[in-house]
């Protein structure tokens, strides 16, 4: 992942936050927000200081979607600007001074719990095509009273305690209402995803919410379609272990979010995916996820779609090396021509055998 330039309108060199941002803006913004925009602003206080999107997801350990939804809602209250080159990727982030930003956009309330996290490499591009999910924002009593007198609420309340075998907190409330309510997801589709998520070994809310965003991006709305969604990525993820070498445990989050990456931002199937592997193996001698994302991303910036691509791409690689070290043949041949300087006369050709019959007969 490339290094994106960060820069700023002021002038200041230090790690600085205008009283504005603080009486203005940050009271009504999602705490991780606040925390994404107050690194930046460090990384601008340390000048030569490397910044890119993966290091930022890295050191807050958020996902590519809680960056992606940072930005995107900095930008609308007018603190910062993205800014892409001409195939839509993200290049700059230009921090916007707060003292001239006008009054922040209106934004409903937002629950102060954490999103869900993963240590993850963030993807610049931000596709436009992406559902806009709504951010999660704290009920009422009095909104919490309509909606669990609602048959399918109560049903929804019932069977997560079931399932996770412990009283509901009222933040885990929260989320299943934001679910129910924001997401527009089904009862039972929301059933699906608890037990589903349960039979994972993942019990927390904050993993379930994250499988319920990335529905919903996903357009998932029944239990089917999540069903052949979680047998494909299964089947798919059986054999990408089994490429790697790894048995006898799960992939970490960030191992799941390099595969995420593979096939969702770079739609590549699993034989490309496997070959990517082969050559890491026989490059660095050992299995590496990093690795063998550095072969994918060079394929996906080619263009390459097919196994066909691949073989087409060695094929025009070999015909440069090749290219390359014609002048060197050349070079030698020259190389030994000047080896030769002081030869510079007709050399004699003699008749070795008429002399030997001449020295013969002067010897008789």
Known sequence: MSDIMLHTSTSQQVTCVSNTFIDNFMKDANGEYVKIYLYMLRCLSQEGMDFSISAMADKLDHTQRDIKRALEYWERQNLLRLEYDESNELIGICLLDPYSTPTPVPTPSVAPVSPVVSTVSMVTQIAPSTPVIPQARIYSADELAVLSAQSDVKEILRI???????????????????????????????????????????????????VAINWAEAGITSVSQAKGENELRSENTRAIMKAFGISGRNLTDGELDYVKRWENEYHFTLPIIQEAQK???????????????????????????????????????????????????????????????????DERDYDYDALEAKLLQKRR
């Open 160 to 210: 997560t305690e079931m399932y996770t075998g412990k009283p509901l907190k009222s933040s885990d409330i929260q989320t299943l209402m934001f679910w129910y309510d924001e997401l527009h997801m089904s009862a039972d589709l929301i059933e699906y995803l608890v037990e589903y998520c349960i039979s994972k070994n993942h019990s927390s809310f904050h993993y379930m919410n994250k």
């Open 279 to 345: 050559r890491t193996i026989l490059t660095i001698q050992k299995p590496s996820f990093d690795y063998a994302d550095s072969i994918l991303s060079r394929w996906h910036k080619a263009g390459v779609a097919t196994l066909d691509d691949i073989t087409k791409l060695d094929q025009a690689f070999d015909a440069t090396k090749r290219q390359k070290a014609a002048p060197t043949r050349n070079t030698t041949t020259a190389s030994n021509n000047r080896s030769n300087r002081f030869r510079n006369f």
